[in-house]
């Protein structure tokens, strides 16, 4: 158990759809990360909360959108995806951002395919 | 640009000892980690090393040299449960953490 949750952990979805991933921490955290896995790719930051408010955002397209309406929970609002946006999405926490030495803690993920 | 380096997969055997290296060019450096990732399930946290040497924990240790922009990861006893990716990223001058692309280490009996 690493205190992060992530749901639903598989998601099949079509272009036209509208989905949401769910991330919940229960470490008493103040920043919350949503990463994206590609195969043999490495880990991209798409964004990144801390005490609610977004610090980070890395350039992803709008068909991404970020929610964060606590600082225990972190959703990300899929809409109009591409079939190159299947992966697999992780959420992270941890302590503090913007200070070295405080690990990341993440969830299992989310494994999206995008038909 | 910022890049991490080290190698795609290794093959070593159940009880040896395996050596998982990353090289990295970040502007700015806050400290070097390594997680290890079991197939489907989420990256944890392994070691934090910022000043060079060696660090060891158990089975596990991790070095650092920040002249040659270094790192290396050393696995003893591996059992085959030590069979998963492990990733190296680094912390840069924005405190945002670069990643490596993961090295997917093999175990054989």
């Known amino acids: 158990e690493t205190g992060v949750t992530q749901t639903p952990r598989h998601l099949v979805m079509g272009m036209t759809n509208k989905k949401s991933l769910k991330c919940e921490q229960h470490?008493?955290?103040?920043?919350m990360y949503w990463y994206k896995q590609s195969a043999k790719k490495p880990l991209e930051l798409m964004f990144v909360y801390s005490l609610e408010e977004r610090v980070e955002n890395n350039s992803v397209p709008s068909r991404f959108s970020p929610e964060c309406p606590n600082s225990s929970h972190l959703f990300l609002h899929l809409h109009t995806l591409q079939p190159e946006d299947s992966a697999l999405y992780l959420c992270a926490s941890s302590q503090e951002v913007g200070t070295p030495s405080y690990e990341q803690y993440f969830g299992p993920g989310t494994r999206l395919t995008v038909t | 640009g910022q890049n991490i380096d080290q190698p795609t997969e290794m093959t070593a055997t159940e009880g040896a000892i395996v050596q998982i290296n990353c090289t990295y060019q970040t502007s700015g450096f806050n400290g070097l980690f390594w997680y290890q990732q079991h197939a489907g399930e989420a990256p944890t946290f392994l070691s934090y090393?910022?000043l060079d040497g060696l660090e060891e924990k158990g089975r596990f240790s991790s070095f650092l040299s920040r002249s040659k922009g270094y790192s290396y990861l050393l696995l003893k006893e591996l059992q085959m449960k030590d069979s998963a990716s492990y990733l190296c990223a680094v912390l840069d001058s924005n405190y945002q953490l670069i990643w490596g692309a993961g090295t997917k280490l093999i175990i054989k009996p």
């Open positions: 090393n910022v």
């Open positions: 470490l008493g955290h103040n920043a």
